[in-house]
C-alpha cells in the first residue's frame, strides 16, 4: 500500500502563484510514475502534468508554460505560476508502479479568484 498527502492549495488571486506537494509513504519502492491530475465542478477529471522515475515530464496544454513538475525522493511538486480562475479545481496526486494498480491522493483545493 502507497499512502498519499497532498499540500499547498488554497486561495489565490489571478496571475498568482501556488506550489502543491505530495509525499508519498508505504510501499514505495519502485515508483514510476508521479503526476497531477485535476476535476473542477461538472467536469472530467483531466490530466495536469505527470513525471517519470527518468524525470521525462507531460503536461496537460492548458498549463504548458506556466506549471512545472519536480520530484525528489518520494516527493512530487508541482509549481503554479500566472494562475486563472480556470485553474480552479481539486487537484489529485496519483502515482503509478509497475504491477500495482494506481494510488491517488485525497485532493487538495485550489481556488482562483478573478
Excluded: H
Aim: glycine share 14%; net charge positive; with cysteine.
Amino acid at each position: 500500500q502507497v499512502q498519499l498527502v497532498e499540500s499547498g492549495g488554497g486561495l489565490v488571486q489571478a496571475g498568482g502563484s501556488l506550489r502543491l506537494s505530495c509525499i508519498a509513504s508505504g510501499s514505495t519502492f519502485s515508483i514510476n510514475t508521479m503526476g497531477w491530475y485535476r476535476q473542477a465542478p461538472g467536469k472530467q477529471r483531466e490530466l495536469v502534468a505527470t513525471i517519470s522515475s527518468g524525470g521525462a515530464t507531460n503536461y496537460g496544454d492548458s498549463v504548458k508554460g506556466r506549471f512545472t513538475i519536480s520530484r525528489a525522493k518520494n516527493t512530487v511538486y508541482l509549481q503554479m505560476n500566472s494562475l486563472k480562475a480556470e485553474d480552479t479545481a481539486v487537484y489529485y496526486c496519483k502515482i503509478e508502479r509497475p504491477g500495482f494498480r494506481a494510488s491517488w491522493g485525497q485532493g487538495t483545493q485550489v481556488t482562483v479568484s478573478s
